[in-house]
């Protein structure tokens, strides 16, 4: 059975930069979907951005488009999420959840294996 974990969340300031790691095992990763979702405290469940593994397709949500970048290493397993010009209002739990023989999908429901998440907190 497939599992993800997520990695690198952290305590920064406003303008500062973070990448996220997601690790995925138990996959055929060359045929994955991985999507990041974030949860802020009293809100809704929300996607940042998605990646292909089998061809390097990407999504990003509104919010995300044009200070988060998405990549994936398939040599490890790894997808990263890189936060740059990080705002107070990203402030969230984020969750990597992966999907098997999918594409990016910025739909939580198509996910069925998720992580514990890693939290990520902007200071102003």
């Known amino acids: 059975e497939g599992q993800v974990v997520e990695s690198g969340g952290a305590l920064v300031q406003a303008g500062e930069s973070l990448r996220l790691s997601c690790v995925a095992s138990?996959?055929?990763?060359?045929?994955?979907?991985i999507g990041w979702f974030r949860q802020a405290p009293g809100k809704e469940r929300e996607a940042v951005s998605c990646?292909?593994?089998?061809?390097?397709?990407?999504d990003y949500s509104d919010s995300a488009k044009g200070r988060f970048t998405i990549t994936s290493d398939n040599a490890k397993n790894t997808v990263y999420l890189q936060l740059n010009s990080l705002k107070p209002e990203d402030t969230a739990v984020y969750y990597c959840?992966?999907?098997?023989?999918?594409?990016?999908?910025?739909?939580?429901?198509?996910?069925?294996?998720w992580g514990q998440g890693t939290q990520v907190t902007v200071s102003s």
């Open positions: 138990g996959f055929r990763f060359d045929d994955l979907a």
């Open positions: 990646i292909s593994s089998s061809d390097g397709r990407v």
């Open positions: 959840a992966a999907e098997s023989e999918w594409i990016c999908d910025l739909d939580d429901t198509t996910y069925r294996t």
